[in-house]
C-alpha cells in the first residue's frame, strides 16, 4: 500500500534531500508517494502545516522552536525529527561594499574571522563619516540566516540591530534588491548568493560554514500529533530521507543532482548556479582545500537533530530579545528537535547514529570519530569563528555571557 | 450595530483580481477598502492607512516581510494573522485552499472579519475559475491552429480537398485511439523536422 505525503519545500538547494527522495525512488521504495508543493513564503509553510494540507516540510530550522514557544501565530506544535544537512547558506555584499572591505582589510570568504574585521572597519568609517546605516537582508527572523549573520556581526564588534540595520525579503528578491542598492548585503541559502554573484550583483563574503563548522540549517517538520498519530509512516520517510541524503551525499551525484534541482517545477535555476554549493567550488581556489565542506546533506551526521542545535538557536532568540529565558522555555525548545524518533526509525537499517542527544558545540577543532550505536561515526569540525565554545549543559552561563 | 465596517487593504500584485475583491466589498457596503499592487515602500504604506484587516494572496512571496513588519510595528494596531485562536479552521481551511490569507488587527471581533475573508475567498475562487476557463479557451484555439496547418500539409501532398483532409485527420486519430489536436500536432511536427515547414 502506498502512502500519499504532501510536503512543503522552498526553492532552495538545501530542499535536495526532499527532492531526491522522490525524484530518485527513495520514498517509493519505503511506499511513500511524496507529493512536493512548491512554495513561495515559510508563512505559507506554516500556515499549511497547521490546518494540514502538508503532512510535512522543509522548514527553517528555528521554526519548529519558534512555533512551540508560542512566537507564531497557530497554537499548532511541530517537531525536527530529522535535519536536511549542514551549512549551505553564505553572506553575500553589493560590489562597492566588497572593494571598501577589501580596501580596509584583505580576507577569503572562509575566514569569517577576516570578513568580519573588515566589515567592521567600513562600518565604524561610515559613522565618523555620518553616512546611512548599511542594510542587510535576511529571509525571516526565525531563521539560521538570521541568527548567523547576528552572530558573526555581534563577534566582529558590529550591533546588528543599531549599527546595521537586518530586513526581511524574500530569497528570490535579493539579487534584484542588492543590484537596485535597496540593500548592501544578505544571508541566504544557496543558490541565491551564487544567482546574485552571476547576476554580477555583488560578491560572497562569508559562508555559514566559516562562521560556525557543520552547523544546522533546514529540518523536516512535522505536526506533533500528525507525528504520534502515524509513527511508522514518519519512520518509513525518514529511511527513506535518510538513504535520499546517503545519495546526494555522493560527489559522484551532484551533476545529476543539480539537473534535478534545477527543474522548473524545483528550483528553476541554472545548473551552473546550483552545483557549486554541491561540489564546494563555490568556495574558490582558496577553499578547495578548506574544511568543512560547504553543504552537508550527509556526511558527518548532517541529517541528526541535535537538541544542542535546538538549544543554540533558542539562546539567540533570548539574545536578540525574541522571547524571554525561563527553564520551561528552554525545555520547550530543546524537545522540538526529536533524535529519539530520528534513532528509532533508523535502528533497522544498520547505519551509524549518534547515541547521545546534545553535543558540545565547538568541541572539536577537525573532523573526529567518536562512538555511535554501531560502527563509527564522524563529526565535526563544529567550531564557532570565534573560538567561543556553546555547551547546553550550560545554557544558562552561555546567555548571560552574550547578554550587553 | 452602529460600528463603522473595518478598514480594509488589499494586497495584491494581480491588479484585477485585486480590484473584483474591491468592487466586491463595496457592494456589500465597505466604504473604506485600498488596494495595494506594488510592494515597494509596503510598510510606509500599511503605516498610512493603518487597516483593520490586511488580505493578501498567498502567492506573494512577501509574506515573511510583512509578518516582520507587523512584529516590529510599533503602532497600536497590531495585525495579527487570522483565526489564531483556530476556532474556524473550515474557514481557515477554504481560504488557504482559495489561495488567500488575511491579518486582523488584535482585539477585532471574528464575526466582524468573516463576511470580509468569505468575500474574498468566493471572488479568489471566481478569479481562479475564470483564469481557468481562459487558459482551457486558449488552449482550445491553440489545437484549431494546429489542426489547420495538419489540414493544409495532407491537403498539399496527398492533392486532396479540405474535407477530404480532416477526414484523413480524424481517421487516423481513431485509428490510434489518440485525440485529433494529437495527431495534427505530430504531423506538423514532423514535417518540420522533415523540412517542410507547413506554415
Redesign the interface.
Known sequence: MTIELSAGFLPLTDSAILIAARECGFAEAEGIALDLVRE?????VR??L????FEISHALAPMPIAANLGLT???TRLIAPMALGLGGNAITVSNRLVAEMRHQHAFEMTNAKAAGEALARVVRTGQTQGRKRLQFGV???FSGHNFELRYWLGASGIAPDSDIEI????P??MADALASGQIDGYCVGEPWNSVGVARGAGRIIATKSSIWASSPEKVLAVREDWAEENMETLHALLRALYRSAEWCGQPSNHTELAALLSLPGYLGQPVSVILPALDGSILGEAGAAASPDFFEPHARAATFPWQSHALWFYSQMVRWGYVDHSADHAEMARCSFRPDIYRSALAGIGVPVPSANSKVEGALARTTAVGASSQFLYLGPDGFFDGAVFDPDRLGAYIDSQKP | MNEPLPSVLIIDENATRASIIEAGLSAAGHTRVTVINEMHGIAAKIALHAPDVIVID????????L???F?LSRAVKRP??MF???SD?EA??SA??AGV?AYVVDGLRQERVKSILDMAISRFNAFSRLERELEEARGALEERKVIDQAKGLIMKSRGVDEATAYKLLRKAAMNGNRKIADVAESLVMSARLLGDGGE
Open positions: 513561495t513564503s515559510w508563512a505559507n500556515d499549511k497547521a490546518v494540514g494540507q501565530p497557530f497554537e529571509v525571516h527572523p530586513v526581511i525579503l524574500p528570490s528578491l | 498567498l502567492e506573494n512571496p512577501n509574506r515573511d516581510m509578518e516582520s513588519i512584529q495579527i494573522a489564531v485562536d483556530r479552521k481557515m481551511q488557504i485552499d490569507s
